[in-house]
């Protein structure tokens, strides 16, 4: 069982930045892929951005959806088991609930989702 923790979410203007923050309790984080997604009421959950392990050795791959292309950077410190999404530009349809997802011999974990809320 794995538990993720999100944090760094909260109120920007139109323009701003925020880097979001998960922290996993793992101590084979770096086997996971993880990856943020985000939900909007009445809506579906939609991917984000994903960093999928590959393996020893090899860079890991990240996928962005393309909304936040160019804009979100995925990243992870492997030595302190915590997700990083970093949001620049952020627009008004970036507000959402996001949560952290982490996945691992076909079993998905979730944190409890952090909100984000861009004014414009």
């Known amino acids: 069982q794995v538990q993720l923790v999100e944090s760094g979410g909260g109120l920007v203007q139109a323009g701003g930045s925020l880097t979001l923050s998960c922290a996993a309790s793992t101590r084979t984080f770096r086997n996971y892929a993880m990856g943020w997604y985000r939900q909007t009421p009445g809506k579906e959950r939609h991917v984000v951005a994903t960093m999928l392990y590959i393996g020893m050795g090899s860079s890991e791959s990240s996928n962005y959806a393309e909304p936040v292309m160019g804009r979100f950077t995925i990243s992870r410190d492997n030595a302190r088991n915590t997700l990083y999404l970093q949001m620049n530009n952020l627009k008004p349809e970036d507000t959402a609930v996001y949560y952290c997802?982490?996945?691992?011999?076909?079993?998905?974990?979730w944190g409890q989702g952090t909100q984000v809320t861009v004014s414009s």
């Open positions: 997802w982490a996945s691992e011999g076909g079993i998905s974990y």
